[in-house]
């Protein structure tokens, strides 16, 4: 494993993300609510660059006490990436799939240092492994 500082962390928009490229992956960093959080760039459904999707509120189904619908809403707390080749969407802070808990998008380490944002990744030699998701 290797750092690698990729900037000053007021350059990004919060919230806001950068696609950092490596020899052989990319790296999704988010920052949203003033925290950081990174991920490979590769989605667990079929390889895809889940980190370069919209970002979106999650949506929720509001729920009356009769156990009706009153429709939808944005969440005003969950943020999503949606990958673009197939719509799964994954919470940023956490980079799991609402409906489907072994679809995630792998983490890597990312802090803040001295004003800049430090990522821990893989060394050149190495090839990341993205999570898996089962059908
Ligand atoms: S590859 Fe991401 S949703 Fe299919």
């Known amino acids: 494993m290797r750092e690698v500082n990729i900037g000053p962390a007021s350059e990004f928009a919060d919230p806001g993300r950068k696609i950092v490229a490596f020899e052989n992956f990319e790296v999704g960093v988010f920052k949203v609510g003033g925290a950081f959080y990174a991920y490979l760039n590769h989605c667990p459904h079929m390889g895809g660059p889940a980190c370069q999707g919209k970002i979106i509120p999650k949506v929720d ?9 009153k429709g939808f809403e944005f969440s005003k707390t969950q943020l999503n990436v949606v990958c ?9 802070r956490t980079g799991k799939h609402a ?28 090839q990341p492994v993205a999570e898996a998701a089962e059908a």
């Open 61 to 69: 189904e509001v729920i009356a006490p009769d156990r009706t619908s």
């Open 84 to 92: 673009p080749w197939h719509g799964f969407e994954f919470d940023i």
């Open 99 to 126: 409906g489907h808990s072994k679809a995630r998008l792998r983490p890597m380490k990312v802090r803040v240092e001295s004003g800049d944002v430090v990522l821990t990744v893989p060394d050149a030699r190495e």
